[in-house]
């Protein structure tokens, strides 16, 4: 299987002095193209540090990472840049959209820098997403008309435009509540089916037993890593890995 992103003893500290605190400790982690996986942890483990330094948008101290290949250590803030607008898509737990634009035009803004297509034609494709998504006859609707779970699957959209070779979600369903949460993670298997990889980072259970792996971090090292199956799962199957993932959480002190 071919291996995606490379993470070898990375380590990152904030603060300086007495205040300096070590974030990610010595971690060592692999990506398989085409993988679902989930890290969890307490808060302050290093979840999202470890999210932001995969993806380049954060810095490490010293390690080193790859990502298809490429050293992003090697690479200046404008390349790091390129290869998240072309290659990597992200989902936080609040859409970061414009106000000032409607919600197909937030769609398409991140690909009208970098695609060589006509408005009309990245209009078409944005379209196409929000009718796959159930959110098409929003698109004219502004921010301040639309709810949490339909914002949130514009922020979807939004990242699959580029056709990324992965989406990094950051607590994706964490502001929603069960019901939007449930459709996003549907969607999200749906999208990691076609073969598009996925990292997330969440605290829920239902969450991530929908994933392929698990990495729980504590104290800024990987501790353990479970395995609850495919995303794919049939209702009964998921409430036991579900059952099986709060177990072993459970040994891990989470």
Not at 90 to 108: A, R, W, Y
Not at 140 to 166: E, H, W, Y
Not at 170 to 179: K, Q, R, V, W
Not at 214 to 223: M, P, R, S
Request: net charge neutral; charged share 25%; glycine share 10%.
């Amino acid at each position: 299987m071919k291996r995606l992103i490379v993470g070898e003893n990375i380590t990152k500290a904030f603060g300086a002095g007495v205040e300096k605190r070590k974030v990610l400790d010595g971690i060592s982690v692999e990506i398989n193209a085409g993988e679902f996986v989930a890290v969890m942890g307490p808060s302050g483990s290093g979840k999202s540090t470890l999210l932001f330094a995969l993806s380049g948008m954060d810095k490490v101290d010293s390690g080193y990472i790859t990502f298809d290949g490429v050293d992003l250590s090697r690479l200046s803030d404008n390349a790091l840049a390129d290869i998240r607008r072309r290659k990597m898509g992200f989902v936080f737990q609040q859409p970061t959209l414009l106000k000032s634009l409607n919600l197909l035009d937030n769609i398409m803004l991140p690909a009208m820098r970098d695609s060589g297509e006509k408005a009309a034609q990245l209009a078409a494709k944005a379209r196409v997403l929000m009718q796959r998504t159930d959110i098409l006859e929003l698109e004219k609707r502004d921010v301040t008309q639309a709810s949490g779970g339909q914002l949130q699957r514009v922020g979807i959209c939004r990242a699959l435009m580029n056709d990324p070779q992965i989406i990094f979600g950051d607590e994706p369903t964490g502001a929603l509540n069960s019901t939007a949460a449930s459709e996003i993670m549907a969607l999200l298997s749906e999208i990691h089916r076609t073969g598009t990889t996925i990292l997330l980072v969440t605290h829920d259970v239902k969450v991530a037993a929908q994933t392929e792996r698990v990495l729980y971090l504590f104290d800024g090292k990987i501790a353990g890593e479970y395995r609850p199956g495919l995303a794919n799962l049939h209702h009964d199957d998921l409430k036991a890995h579900e059952e099986g993932l709060t177990a072993w959480l459970t040994e891990m002190r989470f």
